[in-house]
C-alpha cells in the first residue's frame, strides 16, 4: 500500500512542478528525520514513562511552493503580504513506533492477572502519511533568504492522508484480542490489526536557519491528531474507558535539510 502514497506524491509533485511554473512561482525539495512520541491506548495518560517509552522515528519527503521569488528569471516576485510570510508545504512521511503498556497499572507490585496481561502485552503501528500544510513566517521570507546565518521561525496548519498500519502480540501466548486468559478485558472486542485509512490534522512550530543561498537547515515541533482512535491497532468503548475516549496522536520533533531548485 505505500507504494501508492508514493506515487500520488510523485504525480502531484510533478504535476506541481509544471502547473505553477508557469506562475512564476519556485519550489524547495527537503528530507526530514526525527523522534516521534506516539500516544495511544498503550501505557497511562500523562505518565513520563510512557510518553518517554513509546517513542519511534520518522522520515519524510518535503517540497515547497515559495511564493515570494520566480526561479525561472530569478527574481523576485511583486511584493505582498502573502508571498512574503507564507509558503505551502507538501510532504511524504512515515513513521514506526513500538509500544507497550507503562504507568501504576503494570508496576511490579501488580500481581493480578490484568497486571501480567498489560504486561505482556507488545504492539507496533507504521503510518504513512501525505498532505499538505501552510506555513506561515512572521518575519519576511525575502529579508531571510538574502541573509546568510539568519533563522526564519515559522508556524504551520495542514491536513493530511494517512495509511496505519498495527501489530500486537501477546507474551503470554496467542489469542490476543479473543481469548480472556491473554487479553485484558477492557481490549475484549476493542482490539483490530488489519489496518486502514484516515485523515489528520496536522500543526507545527519550528524555524530555518539559513546555510547557504540555496540552502536552509529546519528544527520543526510537529503535532499530528488522528481521526481514528484505532491507528495503534486498539480502541476500548470510550463510555467505560474514559482514559482511553482520546484518538490516537503523536509528536514529532523534525531536523530538516532544504535546498533550493534554481
Known sequence: MNKYFIIIFLILFGFTNKAMAQFGFSHEI??????????SDYGERHNFATNAGNTGYGIGLIHYLNFSYKAECSCYTPETYFNDHFKLRSELSYNKTNLKHYGQWVDPSKTSLAANQLRAMRGSTEVTNIGMQLEFF???????????GSFGPFISLGGQFCFYSPKAYSEMGSGLGQLPTVTPIKYIGAFDTKGGTTWSVVS?????YKLTPLSDLMLDLRFQYYFSNWVDGLSPDPKVYLENRANDWNIWLNFGYIYYIQ
Open 30 to 39: 527537503g528530507a526530514i528525520v526525527g523522534p516521534v512520541a506516539f500516544q
Open 138 to 148: 512572521p518575519y519576511s521570507i525575502r529579508d531571510f533568504t538574502a541573509t546568510i
Open 204 to 208: 507545527s512550530i519550528g524555524t530555518r
